[in-house]
């Protein structure tokens, strides 16, 4: 089975910086789509950036909260993808999740996968 696995996470000072991973594994024949998304305490889970995969060619879109400060990249080779974040605010602080659009080779199907979660707090 096809699974997402994220580390990367951890305590922070403003203006500080993590790189997140999530690595898919398992029997996957392409990945197209791979996203980061947060979610923080009592609030609702928001698209924080995503990559788009059209042949050799990536677009990465990101919330404006992220604009210029986070970065999304892929190593399709290692089925991973990064989310490297600078300049990181109080505001960021929130569990992250990786998710995927996955295409296994077993079955003709597009998976949805979600990582476990890793949480990233951002305090003085």
């Known amino acids: 089975q096809v699974q997402l696995v994220e580390s990367g996470g951890g305590l922070v000072q403003p203006g500080g910086s993590l790189r997140l991973s999530c690595a898919a594994s398992?029997?996957?024949?392409?990945?197209?789509?791979m996203g980061w998304y947060r979610q923080a305490p009592g609030k609702e889970r928001e698209l924080v950036a995503v990559?788009?995969?059209?042949?050799?060619?990536?677009?990465?879109n990101y919330a404006d909260s992220a604009k210029g400060r986070f970065f999304i990249s892929r190593d399709t080779a290692k089925n991973t993808v990064y989310l490297q974040m600078l300049s990181l605010k109080p505001e960021d602080t929130a569990v992250y999740y990786c998710?995927?659009?996955?295409?296994?080779?077993?079955?003709?199907?597009?998976?949805?996968?979600w990582g476990q979660g890793t949480p990233v707090t951002v305090s003085s």
């Open positions: 990559t788009t995969r059209v042949l050799n060619t990536f677009t990465n």
């Open positions: 398992g029997s996957i024949s392409s990945i197209n789509v």
């Open positions: 998710n995927a659009r996955v295409r296994p080779r077993t079955t003709d199907t597009l998976l949805e996968l």
